[in-house]
């Protein structure tokens, strides 16, 4: 049995008859429990998956109808609720939290008979881009397991990378899907803001974030997308794609499409391995007739600034309702008093999401917020104005998606601001709502280098077109676990 | 000079669902939390859904008040902690960044004075917390999330009140205004409330929070003018501070807590997409709006000469002017406007006397027409009313039960004005000399049938007799 086969390539191969969606399953399952021990992808496991493939497998048989997931094996970020499953986001606050419902991604994908295998490890709330701050430990890179998978949706992309899943759902708030993807090699994809419903995801910066794919090709996250976009009525901040097929003509190429390179995401501090990395992807670019040009955005320079305090903002506001009462906590009624129990609650957040509750109680506050929070929305729509205007000349813009490559495991836990800095190449794309995506692109002394395409709101069908094109120049060797 | 200044929180209980879900915006009636949904108990991964018809109201509500209506609104997050609010935020409506409420400035009159509207805005209701146990050091808070959600729209008048009298004519003018539009029943327990600032000879400014009823609300006014002036008459300052009122024993009380220390750090509700509520709509919801107060009032002076004092108190009970309009025709709108607010409206000047009385605009209608063909005197229409709200039976049943027909036989009423006639010998020769004394006699002869006579008749028949 190969689990290594693509989405696309799964549902062919079961809708054939060539596997069976129980083998698969099965075979998945056993995989998670012989590599999971090193990779702490996983949070808790579905102990139904291979019964729910057998049922699959039958419908097939029996000639019912059957959803376009044919039991796909999936695993889905810890922060979006499935009914009747603990949903923690790798907090001790949600430790016990049984989501009553399933999120309307979750929705879609069950009545695509898509099996989720289990839920997966990220970094407490999503706040962090190593993985490292998840209250149930780490989660480690495939290629390299002293190094870190990215965050915050790093056991997404680790399950797909080890093949521990076809495919994951993460969320991107400001680069936890691209990022992780390219730490460890796979597709991730952040498509614009209001494609895909946030109705069941665990909000930590309600106005940038999104759900995301995670897979191992560009065509499996078009393929995703097509189940999961579009209009939800549990959701207001939904637009309407009109049912879009991101699938069809997904090959058209990039002929005569204008790319801009944007400077400021290739200048200081850069690896010069990703360097070299990007500049390859610019010429093959071209090689592909497409035009490539510099183009600068200094609004950038201070978008991680921003997008730190618009975020804590949010955040602050978003993690406001975990105070003892509902959540957290067993407490005895005696001596009960509402502001101190808030504080007990408080100390079972970890490190990462202390920091952000105490800069988000601060930022917006009375006597600051004209120093730092509406500076940042300020930036945020001088940002927005910018990349408007680049969009007029350009069709996509291109960028690595992480300046540096993989770091060790606690190599910069005690460092949040050098850590905040490596947010510089993906934030703007949350910022300003628009797609983006990181295609796998080289391997540098064994760990990944990913690429990061951009393009202007609702482009998301182009977006995916000229990721295909790249996509289809790289031929890399095989995760090594 | 006293300035009070008022915010109103009116929940729109005429409306099917929540402000956010499709939950019971009529929570009255479930057990504690049972009326309840993922959204509006705020659990993890659950999103606002806004309530169009909601939104439809509170404009319906600025538009009535004179306020400006933008072309786009907005709402907010007001953060803080109360066991009663289930995100620990209260999604509203601010006007800080731009006017982004429901409504913005607007004109209320109160007779012949103008009350400024500051803004009107659209909000969540948080919860209720119901306090059990003897004494404060037993005491258990319950938490009731039936109303988390409720919509309520607040409406913040500028300081222009000068005494509580103003005040209570102000609500009762914006009760019967909200009633009439038909998005609120002010009447319900917690549909309305308020806070309040008072402040004397232009000392500090004092908060009163948490006022129950528009009853209470004219109360603690009071009570806190009265608090204030005799601290002013002492030299002892006034402080600029927050007070409750305390709805058991009529006084308003400092608050221990720093409430107006409070660092509410709004910002915009990402989950919520602006509100586009242009021209075409505001003229679509105008369409709608059902005819206001003053328009009626109008129209009934205009139209069929109503006296102005009785087309006010019509217009405004929208109890009474529904009556009206079903019962009158252009010959007896007078007569049907008379009934109603002279002899209807001291039967039934109750909510529960209102709810529980028989009376159809049918009834009133038959009521004014007999009168008008002499069947009954206008003096029996009064205990018809009185039996019809308590019974609901037909008009002519009830005038042949309780005897109510005017005398319209001739040969009886002769008889009767023949005795009247020779006990007034005097009367009638004056009545001789004298047509304009003939009522004298007219009014004997009512007296003798209890006012039950056929006015008309017994006055040809007096006549002929003296002449
Ligand atoms: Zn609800």
Redesign the interface.
Same mark, same amino acid.
């Given at each position: 049995m190969n689990l290594k086969i693509s989405a696309l390539q799964f549902t062919r191969d079961v809708k054939s008859g060539n596997i069976s969606a129980e083998d698969f399953v099965a075979k998945t399952m056993e995989r998670i429990q012989n590599v999971d021990d090193k990779l702490h992808a996983f949070l808790s496991l579905n102990d139904k998956a291979v019964d729910q493939a057998r049922e699959i497998d039958k419908k097939i048989k029996s000639g019912e109808k059957i959803g376009q997931c044919f039991g796909m094996p999936i695993s889905i970020k810890d922060n979006?609720?499935i009914k009747d499953t603990r949903?923690t986001?790798a907090s001790k606050m949600?430790e016990n939290?049984i989501?009553?419902?399933d999120?309307t991604v979750i929705t879609k994908l069950k009545q695509q008979d898509a099996i989720f295998v289990g839920k997966v490890n990220l970094d407490e709330f999503a706040m962090g881009l190593s993985t490292e701050f998840s209250a149930y430990g780490p989660s480690k890179n495939p290629w390299n397991t002293d190094y870190v998978p990215g965050g915050s949706s790093g056991g997404s992309a680790v399950s797909v990378s080890a093949f521990e899943c076809v495919a994951s759902l993460g969320s991107d708030t400001g680069g936890s899907v691209r990022n992780p993807a390219s730490f460890c090699s796979t597709v991730g994809y952040k498509p614009t803001y209001g494609l895909i419903s #946030?109705? =069941? @995801? /665990?909000?930590y910066a309600? %106005?940038?974030e999104q759900i995301g794919p995670l897979t191992r090709t560009v065509e499996d996250a078009a393929f995703m997308l097509n189940l999961i976009a579009g209009l939800d %009525?549990?959701?207001?901040?939904t637009v309407n794609n009109n049912s879009e097929d991101y699938l069809k003509d997904i090959n058209s190429g990039i002929e005569g499409k204008k790319i801009g390179i944007i400077k400021e995401m290739i200048g200081e501090g850069i690896d010069p391995a990703v360097l070299y990395a990007t500049k390859d992807a610019i010429s093959k670019l071209e090689g592909l007739g497409a035009i490539c040009e510099e183009i600068s955005l200094d609004m950038i320079k201070y978008s991680v600034a921003a997008y730190y305090i618009i975020t804590a903002?949010?955040a =602050?506001?978003n993690l406001? #309702?975990y105070?003892n @009462? #509902?959540?957290g906590y067993d407490f005895s009624?005696e001596g009960?008093e509402?502001?101190s129990y /808030?504080e007990k609650a408080r100390k079972k957040f970890g490190p990462e999401v202390t920091r952000r509750m105490i800069l988000g109680?601060f930022v917006?506050?009375?006597g600051h917020?004209g120093k730092y929070?509406l500076k940042a929305l300020k930036v945020k729509s001088k940002l927005i104005r910018q990349i408007n205007d680049a969009f007029k000349k350009f069709d996509l813009l291109i960028a690595p998606t992480v300046p540096i490559l993989p770091f060790k495991i606690g190599e910069k836990i005690n460092d949040p601001v050098s850590l905040f800095l490596i947010d510089i190449n993906t934030v703007t794309a949350n910022l300003t709502g628009k797609p983006a995506i990181s295609i796998p692109y080289a391997i540098s002394n064994g760990l990944p280098i990913g690429i990061q395409l951009i393009a202007n709101s609702m482009d998301d069908k182009l977006l995916l077109q000229a990721a295909y094109a790249l996509e289809k120049t790289v031929k890399l060797p095989e995760v090594p676990i | 000079m006293t300035k009070i200044g008022l915010e109103i929180h009116s929940q729109l209980t005429k409306l099917e669902s929540k402000l956010f879900c499709s939950c019971k915006a009529n929570y009255r009636e479930f057990e504690p939390n049972t009326n309840i949904c993922?959204i509006c108990?705020?659990? &993890?991964?659950?999103?606002?859904?806004?309530n169009q018809k909601a939104v439809e109201k509170a404009t319906m509500i600025a538009m009535e008040l004179n306020c400006s209506t933008p072309e786009k609104i907005a709402f907010f #997050?007001k953060?803080y902690?109360?066991?009663d609010l289930?995100?620990?935020?209260q999604i509203t409506q601010l006007n800080i960044y731009g006017d982004t409420s429901v409504g913005g400035k607007g004109i209320i009159m109160v007779g012949e004075k103008k009350i400024h509207i500051t803004r009107i805005q659209l909000e969540e209701d948080p919860g209720r917390l119901l306090y059990e146990g003897s004494s404060e050091k037993n005491q /258990?808070?319950l938490?009731d999330y039936n109303r988390a959600g409720t919509p309520l729209v607040e409406i913040v008048t500028e300081p222009d009140f000068e005494n509580p009298k103003e005040v209570r004519e102000f609500l009762n003018i914006l009760s019967n205004l909200l009633e009439n539009l038909g998005v609120s029943d002010p009447s319900l327990e917690g549909a309305m409330r308020a806070d309040a600032n008072v402040s004397i000879e232009g000392g500090n400014k004092v908060e009163i929070k948490n006022i129950g009823s528009f009853h209470d609300l004219e109360k603690a006014v009071h009570f806190e003018i009265t608090r204030q002036q005799s601290l002013h008459s002492r030299d002892i300052p006034i402080i600029q501070e927050t007070r409750h009122w305390d709805d058991k024993r009529k006084i308003t009380i400092s608050s221990r807590s720093k409430e107006e220390d409070l660092?509410y750090?709004?910002? @915009?509700e =990402?989950?919520? &997409?602006w509100v586009r509520i242009g021209n075409e709509v505001k003229e679509k919801l105008k369409a709608e709006m059902p005819e206001s107060i003053s328009s009626k009032k109008q129209r009934y002076v205009s139209k069929y000469n109503i006296p102005v004092q009785v087309a006010d108190v019509l217009s405004a009970d929208k109890f009474y002017s529904n009556l009206f309009e079903e019962a009158h025709t252009k010959e007896n709108a007078k007569e049907v406007a008379n009934i109603i607010t002279t002899d209807l409206m001291g039967l039934v000047d109750t909510r529960e006397k209102r709810e529980s009385s028989k009376l159809t605009s049918s009834h009133l209608k038959d009521i004014v027409d007999s009168i008008q063909s002499g069947k009954i005197a206008r003096n029996s229409a009064k205990n018809a009313l009185y039996e019809i709200v308590k019974t609901g039976k037909k008009l002519s049943d009830i005038i042949s039960e309780l005897d109510l027909g005017n005398v319209s036989d001739e040969s009886e009423l002769s008889k009767i004005i023949e005795s009247v006639i020779s006990e007034e010998p005097q009367a009638v020769e004056q009545a001789k000399s004298n047509p304009q004394t003939i009522n004298y006699l007219v009014g004997k002869v009512m007296q003798k049938t209890k006012g039950k006579a056929d006015p008309k008749l017994t006055l040809d028949l007096l006549k002929n007799k003296i002449s």
């Open positions: 979006i609720c949903t986001c949600l939290f989501a009553p419902y999120a #946030r109705y =069941g @995801l /665990i909000s309600n %106005s940038i %009525s549990n959701d207001d901040t903002t949010e =602050g506001s406001a #309702r105070d @009462l #509902r959540y009624v009960y509402f502001n /808030i109680g917006p506050s009375a917020a929070f | 993922p108990i705020g659990l &993890p991964g659950s999103l606002p859904r806004l #997050r953060n902690f109360y066991p289930p995100k620990n935020f /258990i808070t938490v660092d750090r709004y910002f @915009l =990402g989950d919520i &997409p």
